[in-house]
C-alpha cells in the first residue's frame, strides 16, 4: 500500500486554496506577490493597531457608554430626552418649537381615535349599567354628528404633518411600516389613500433628520399675533387653534367617555396625550415646554446614540464622554440589540409595570408586563453582559397608582400576587422584588441590583429621594435618577481605568 497521503472532499479547504500561489508562477511574478502580501499585511496591522490606539484614547478620555433596553413604550426615548435637557440644555431649548409639529399631531391623533371609536356605531345610554360590550342603545346624538362634521379638517392636518416629519425619500422608515403607506402619507388625495394610512403608527428615523427636515418646513412667512409678537406662519396651528372648542367639546362629552371606557381605550395613559391641555397647546402662539417635549409621542426606528459631555464632579469626571444608546424595542427590532452588548459599560432596562393589564401591539396574545419580565430575564442572563451593571426602572408608576386607585384588581392579572393589598405601595415592592429575585438567580455573575419605581414624563419632584436609599417609592426620572447612574457607572469605570 502506498504511503502516500490522500486528501478526501472533506479536507478540501477553498480559502487555501485561493490563497495558494498559482502553479506556474514566474519569477518576477512571484516578487510582485510577495509584495503585494506584505503591504496587505503592513495596512491590515496599520488598521489593527489605530483601533488600538483609539480605545486607549478613549480609556483616557473616558468614553462611557450606556444602552437603553425596554420594550416599545417603555419610555425609552423619554429617558433619553431627559439626558439631552440635562447635560445639553441650549441644544434642548433650542429644539423645542420643532417638537410643536409632534405635539399638534399627537393631539389630531388622539381625536381620530375617538372619532373613529364612535364610527358605525350604536352608543350606550349612561344610565343602562352593566359592561355590555355590543353597545346598544341610543343613536349617536346629533351634536356628536355635527362636532364629527366640524373636525373634519382634522384630517388634512394629520397628512400635513405626516408629510412634514418623513420626507417621501425616506426609504428605512418605508421598509418598516410600508411604502405603499408611504406613499399614502404623501399622496393623501382620496377616502381610498387615507385608509390605507389611518391606523399606522408614525415612525421616524432617530437623530436630526426629522428636525432637519421641520426646520426646513417652518421657514414661512412672519405673520403678527397682535400683543404676542411676530412668529412664523402654522397652517397646522391655526387649524388645531380653530378646531380647539370642538375638541374640548369632544374629550368632556359624557357619551364619549362612556364609550372610550367600555372600549378600554385609555388615551390619558399613553404618551402624547394633550387632550387635558387643550387651553394653552392650541394657542396661535404655542410653544413647548421641556415637559411637553418630554410628553411628547414620537416612535423611532432603527439605532440612535446620544453623546454628551457630563460635568464634572470633585475633578474626577471632567473630560468623561457618555455615548448613550436607544434602541428599538419592538419584537422586530430587537435583534439589533446584541451587537451592542460587546462593548456596554452599563444598561438602563425600563419595564412598564403600568401595562400589566394591556397586551402587544404586534402580538395580543402576549401580555406586556409578562414580555418585560422575560425580556429581563434575558438581559440579565446574557454572557456578554456578565460584567456590565445593570439598572432597572420599573416605570409608569404614576399610571399604575392611577389604575389600581380607581379600582382595577392587579390580583386579577397577576395570580401570584394573591390577596395583597391592592395599592401604589405595595406593588411596587412586589415587583421589585420579583425583578431583583430574577436579576440574583440569572445573573452569571453575582453583582448589585440596582431599582427604582420611576415616572419617566414627571420632572417635578425635589432631588435627593435616590440618594437618601428610598428605592421602593415611586420616582420621577429626572436630574437626581441620572446623576445617581452617572456616579454609579463612573465609579466602575475609573475602578477599571485604575484612576480610583
Known sequence: MSGAVTKSAHDFDPLDE?????????????????????????????????????KQAQKKKGIVRLLLLGQSES??????R????????????????LWRSVIQLNIVRSVRTILDALSDIRLPTLDSGGEDSDDSGTNLPQELEMLQM????????????????????????????????IS????????SSERSWRAQEVFVRP?????????????????????????????????????SYDIMALWNDRLVREVLRRRKIRLEESSGFFLNDLDRVTALNYTPNDDDVLRARLKTVGVSEYRCEMEAVAGRESGTEWRIVDVGGSRSQRATWVPFFDDVDAIIFLAPISSFDQVLAEDRSVNRLEDSVLLWKAVCSNKLLANVDLVLFLNKCDILDAKLTSGIRLSKYVRSYGDRPNDMETASKYFRSKFSAIHREYSPLPRKF???CTTVTDTTTTAGILASGKS??????????????????VRRHLKQSRLL
Not at 514566474?26 to 483609539?54: C, G, L, M, P
Not at 436630526?208 to 397652517?235: C, H, I
Request: hydrophobic share 35%; aromatic share 6%; net charge neutral.
Open 207 to 243: 437623530g436630526a433628520t426629522w428636525k432637519g427636515a421641520l426646520a426646513k418646513s417652518t421657514r414661512t412667512r412672519p405673520v403678527s399675533l397682535g400683543n404676542t409678537g411676530m412668529q412664523t406662519r402654522d397652517e397646522a396651528q391655526e387649524v388645531i387653534h380653530s378646531c
Open 472 to 489: 421602593n417609592v415611586v420616582l420621577p426620572i429626572m436630574y437626581t435618577d441620572i446623576m445617581i447612574v452617572r456616579d454609579m457607572v
Open 450 to 452: 440596582y431599582g427604582f
Open 82 to 97: 431627559h439626558f439631552q435637557k440635562l447635560y445639553t440644555p441650549t441644544a434642548f431649548h433650542e429644539e423645542r418649537i
Open 150 to 181: 366640524r373636525l373634519t379638517p382634522l384630517r388634512h392636518i394629520e397628512a400635513l404633518l405626516i408629510a412634514k416629519l418623513i420626507p417621501p425619500s425616506e426609504d428605512e422608515v418605508a421598509s418598516v411600516i410600508g411604502s405603499s403607506a
Open 184 to 191: 399614502a402619507y404623501h399622496s393623501h388625495r382620496s377616502r
Open 18 to 54: 485561493a490563497l495558494r500561489p498559482p502553479i506556474n508562477e514566474t519569477e518576477e511574478d512571484r516578487v510582485i506577490r510577495q509584495a503585494q502580501e506584505a503591504e496587505a499585511r503592513r495596512v491590515s496591522q496599520a488598521i489593527d493597531d489605530s483601533i488600538r490606539a483609539e
Open 75 to 80: 419610555g425609552k426615548s423619554t429617558t433619553l
